[in-house]
């Protein structure tokens, strides 16, 4: 039977009689609990960040952004925090990032950061104002609109962004002849992974950059040298093309080199290898190559290429898919079944988000850390792959990559996303 409440069943009744509302134990009025969960409070101020940041990113030169680690930033996210956290503390209703109230909050903080960079880090001295030209710009607003003024002499009202709800913005007058050294770093750009993978599209370098960027931060790829070594392995995984997903395309006679499977079986490394009478038939070489291989959980008839090599390291085996997804919705807050959807893996999203829980699962960025040394270097490859023969080119690999200064100045926090916490 369905429960019904008395308050229902009073209205089904046809309210004509009088309903009692027994109250609880009163309250004090001005005692309330806080209602916000703090990744999500700092999520949404770290839009306001985003914001200003992108904003003046527009005006910079292709490939660069403003450095946000030069600027004492720690005072005005400590004014932020607590003027967004006390709007969800003054309503009693959880925190929404929707709340016109909490945008105009976050409007106001993003003009002011686009302020503070300006004149901390790129040490301009002045700027144009611009309005957004609209009936609910003030007069007094108005009155500025396109007119230049120097950050040390305010206009009247204060400059953009410091009076409630204003609707100007500060305009940057840059010199890129000017700019202060330390004021810009690099963005990991596609242009700047041709330089690592020269034969690859260009459509997928820009989305392995976009995906690295976000996630430069939590991979823990945040310094050149941990670049090096990153990039220098993953060019010995997947090439110069930069293949997402393994190829099987072997030489009958060179099977056995590769795998053991075929040096105990070279007859069938002839029928399944590449041979001037017939193509190499890669689905055959990969279940038998890759059948319950070190213990790597293929156990079903067809494993092996179903879970062949994917991703910017090539993750192979069916354990190394269910691990991979057992850890990828903590790593990056999205659930999926890659055992169940092996395919997603070669694809450029995923395939970035593979190597990235690999090296951060295994404290390859700690190794990383020890420098640019041919010690180093092994060490990683040890982990990725230990009983390769590539060594040597591995290492070759970052120590180009380093000396080629590539990662020289990338960014230590994402462009795309920067975050407040990333630049104390």
């Known amino acids: 039977m369905r429960h019904e409440s008395k308050f229902a069943a009073w209205i089904r009744s046809g309210g004509n ?5 027994p109250l609880g134990p009163v309250r004090a009025p001005e005692v309330k609990f806080s209602v916000v969960p703090d990744r999500l409070l700092d999520s949404i101020i770290d839009d306001a960040l985003a914001a200003g940041v992108a904003r003046l990113n527009g005006f910079l030169p292709e490939g660069v952004s403003i450095d946000i680690t030069s600027v004492y930033l720690t005072a005005i996210r400590d004014q932020l925090h607590t003027s967004v956290a006390g709007r969800p503390n003054e309503t009693g209703v959880p925190v929404n990032p929707n709340d016109r109230l909490i945008n105009a909050i976050l409007a106001r903080y993003a003009e002011a950061l686009n302020g503070h960079f300006q004149r901390d880090a790129l040490q301009l001295e002045t700027y144009i104002c611009r309005s957004q030209d609209d009936a609910r710009v003030r007069a007094a607003h108005a009155k ?14 204060g400059h953009p962004g410091e009076a409630w709800n204003c609707r100007c913005a500060a305009e940057p007058i840059i010199d890129p002849q000017n700019i202060p050294e330390g004021a810009v770093c690099d963005i990991i750009t596609g242009n700047r992974l041709s330089e690592v993978f020269p034969e690859a599209e260009r459509v997928r370098l820009t989305q392995v950059a976009r995906e690295i960027d976000l996630q430069i931060v939590t991979a823990q790829l945040n310094s050149p040298e941990r670049l090096a070594h990153f990039f220098g392995q993953i060019l010995q995984e997947v090439g110069q093309r930069m293949r997402l997903v393994e190829s099987l395309d072997y030489r009958a006679d060179r099977l056995g080199s590769f795998f053991s499977y075929f040096r105990r079986h070279p007859e069938e490394a002839l029928l399944y290898g590449r041979t001037p ?13 890759y059948a319950d291989r070190n213990g790597n959980g293929n156990v079903e008839s067809g494993d092996g290429w179903r879970f062949r090599g994917r991703g910017l390291k090539q993750v192979t085996g069916r354990a190394n898919y269910r691990a991979f997804a057992e850890e990828h919705t903590l790593m990056f807050g999205e659930q999926i079944d890659f055992e169940a959807e092996p395919d997603l893996l070669g694809t450029p999203r995923y395939a970035v988000r593979s190597a990235l829980w690999f090296w951060h699962a295994n404290d390859l960025y700690s190794l990383a850390d020890a420098g640019i040394d041919r010690a180093a270097a092994d060490s990683i490859t040890a982990i990725i792959n230990r009983g390769t023969d590539s060594y040597g080119q591995r290492w070759e690999n970052v120590r180009r990559l ?16 920067p975050r407040f916490e990333d630049t104390e």
């Open 277 to 289: 009478e017939h193509p190499a038939d890669q689905e055959a070489i990969a279940n038998r190559a």
């Open 402 to 417: 380093s000396e080629t200064e590539i990662f020289a100045n990338v960014c230590r926090f994402s462009v795309s996303r």
């Open 17 to 21: 009689s009088v309903f009692v509302l």
């Open 144 to 157: 500025n609109d396109d007119r230049v003024f120097a950050w040390a002499n305010p206009p009247a009202g």
